[in-house]
């Protein structure tokens, strides 16, 4: 009797045993669950956020088009007379003829002067050089018709 009940308890133990390691198998195994879990909720959310700003920025007005600023004319007094030549002119010039318009000596370094001028007035968009040396002022640009359908920015 006493080698069974030997035995018996050594079954119990050993049944003991195990049941505490299956035990803190599932303890680990819950944790793992849980960590899982909250990371998949932290998922969610992020691409529930995503989705909230997508709809709200497709839903956002397009802005009104935005006109350039006027450009600034230099200081200099020369810029000021140049400008009146092209306020009378009624045709594009070369810098000859606004030189000549403007009472100055009609010399290459003079020349050269003025077109540097009217070089940097047509970068500023002050004036347009229509072809290669020759200036004029700028249309003004009709209205563009828009249609309806806008740019959106993908996600």
Do not use: W
């Given at each position: 009797?006493?080698?069974?009940?030997?035995?018996?308890?050594?079954?119990?133990?050993?049944?003991?045993?195990?049941?505490?390691?299956?035990?803190a198998q599932?303890?680990?195994?819950?944790?793992?669950?849980?960590?899982?879990?909250?990371?998949?909720?932290?998922?969610?959310?992020?691409?529930?956020?995503?989705?909230?700003?997508?709809?709200t920025l497709?839903?956002?007005?397009?802005?009104?088009?935005?006109?350039?600023?006027?450009?600034?004319?230099?200081?200099?007094?020369?810029?000021?007379?140049?400008?009146?030549?092209?306020?009378?002119?009624?045709?594009?010039?070369?810098?000859?003829?606004?030189?000549?318009?403007?009472?100055?000596?009609?010399?290459?370094?003079?020349?050269?002067?003025?077109?540097?001028?009217?070089?940097?007035?047509?970068?500023?968009?002050?004036?347009?050089?229509?072809e290669h040396?020759?200036?004029?002022?700028?249309?003004?640009?009709?209205?563009?018709?828009?249609?309806?359908?806008?740019?959106?920015?993908?996600?």
């Amino acid at each position: 009797m006493t080698g069974g009940e030997l035995t018996l308890g050594a079954v119990l133990v050993r049944l003991e045993e195990r049941e505490r390691e299956i035990s803190a198998q599932a303890e680990a195994a819950r944790e793992k669950i849980a960590e899982l879990t909250a990371l998949l909720d932290g998922f969610d959310t992020a691409a529930e956020e995503i989705r909230i700003t997508r709809k709200t920025l497709l839903e956002l007005p397009d802005p009104p088009p935005s006109e350039p600023p006027a450009a600034k004319l230099p200081d200099h007094p020369a810029y000021q007379q140049i400008m009146a030549v092209f306020a009378a002119a009624n045709a594009p010039l070369r810098a000859r003829a606004v030189c000549e318009a403007m009472g100055l000596e009609i010399v290459p370094n003079t020349i050269n002067n003025v077109r540097l001028k009217l070089k940097r007035l047509a970068e500023r968009g002050i004036l347009a050089e229509t072809e290669h040396g020759l200036f004029t002022l700028p249309r003004p640009h009709p209205p563009s018709r828009t249609t309806g359908i806008s740019s959106r920015v993908a996600l």
